[in-house]
């Protein structure tokens, strides 16, 4: 059996590697200056160091592994990894988050569509969302978080007028930030903090997803559908029990649901999701959202789908077994072939 090296110093490794990988599996850090042996496999992060060393690896006949799944576009400034792979057939393997890995001769391309899902259930566990109860007590129609500027949200931003003074929300480019918001003090990753007294207080969240314009990209696509991603954005309110409406690319309410989660049609006309031209998609989601009666929450069914979708989102040994059929297992066979 090959043994893999993680290009990380072990205080500064992600939390989920080790504990993921079977405990047969022969792994060590990065030793700076220490020679390997062949059957060394080199795990790179994206976000992680000593990239520097790629190129050297290969050249040499090892196996390197790119891990950039916390992205579904891979970025442009990495592309150089992607060539050097594709000079020394075999050796490369590139992980990306989303729907379908594009076939690419000479390179293993894995796709993750669960990742942050996966991810995003512990670091939002440290949080203790998975013991809130709901106590709702609705003063708004809305929750909506925005923080990066992007044309297409100041599109859906500027659009949604007068109907802003009906919500919660934020635009931390705009300077406009959420009460009581997530502080250095509290620690934990701040993305996935959620005061719950946001929730309570409105009737359903408005997820303004990473990218709404269908056209919009920050690298290269190593995926077949592309437009597909689902971040924390999406999850937060499956986990915390609260309805919803997707400002997110074509399909992505849809990709949400084949991953096994409720949706609510008898809330929302969810045929948005269908509009092809992305204003025109947001144009209708703001008619949704200007048209939307609270006192239709009061039904059987939506409460039973609010449950089940956190239940699922928390549901620690399914998403153990997704880690390891969608990451853990296509490793072990890249490393071992």
């Known amino acids: 059996m090959r043994k893999i090296v993680y290009m990380y110093q072990q205080h500064e490794a992600p939390h989920w590697f080790r504990p993921a990988m079977s405990v047969d599996c022969a792994v060590e850090y990065w030793q700076p200056g220490q020679a390997y042996e062949s059957d ?16 050297q690896q290969l050249a040499q006949g090892h196996r390197v592994i790119f891990d950039a799944k916390n992205e579904h576009y891979v970025h442009y400034r990495f592309h150089w990894v992607f060539l050097l792979m594709l000079q020394h057939p075999g050796q490369g ?30 670091q ?14 609705i003063q708004k129609k809305f929750f909506m978080s925005i923080g990066l500027q992007r044309p297409d949200r100041d599109y859906l931003y500027d659009n949604l007028g007068d109907v802003l003074q009906d919500s919660i929300h934020s635009y931390r480019h705009r ?28 009737a359903f969240t408005l997820i303004v997803e990473t990218y709404i314009d269908d056209a919009a990209t920050s690298g290269f696509s190593l995926t077949t559908n592309d437009q597909h991603f689902l971040c924390e954005k999406s999850y937060k309110p499956l986990a915390c029990k609260h309805p919803f ?16 989660f409720e949706t609510f049609p008898e809330l929302f006309d969810e045929s948005y999701d269908d509009i092809p031209d992305w204003r025109a998609r947001i144009n209708r989601i703001i008619e949704l959202v200007r048209d939307f009666d609270p006192r239709s929450l009061d039904n059987p069914r939506t409460k039973e789908k609010l449950q089940y979708n956190s239940a699922r989102f928390f549901d620690q040994q399914l998403t153990q077994r997704l880690l390891n059929s969608t990451i853990v297992d296509p490793v072990m066979r890249f490393v071992n072939a």
């Open 93 to 122: 393997m590139i992980i990306v988050s989303g729907e379908g890995a594009k076939s690419i001769p000479g390179v293993t391309v894995v796709a993750v569509p669960s990742w942050y899902w996966i991810m995003d259930q512990s």
């Open 175 to 202: 300077g406009i930030n959420l009460p009581n918001d997530w502080r250095e003090d509290m620690g934990g990753p701040w993305q996935r903090y959620v005061n719950t007294d946001w929730l309570d207080a409105t």
């Open 245 to 260: 409406v997707m400002a997110s690319t074509q399909g992505n309410l849809a990709y949400l649901r084949s991953q096994g």
């Open 40 to 55: 060394v496999v080199f795990y790179y992060d994206m976000y992680g160091a000593y990239h520097e060393n790629i190129a």
């Open 124 to 137: 939002i566990m440290h949080f203790n969302l998975h013991q809130y109860q709901p106590q709702p007590r």
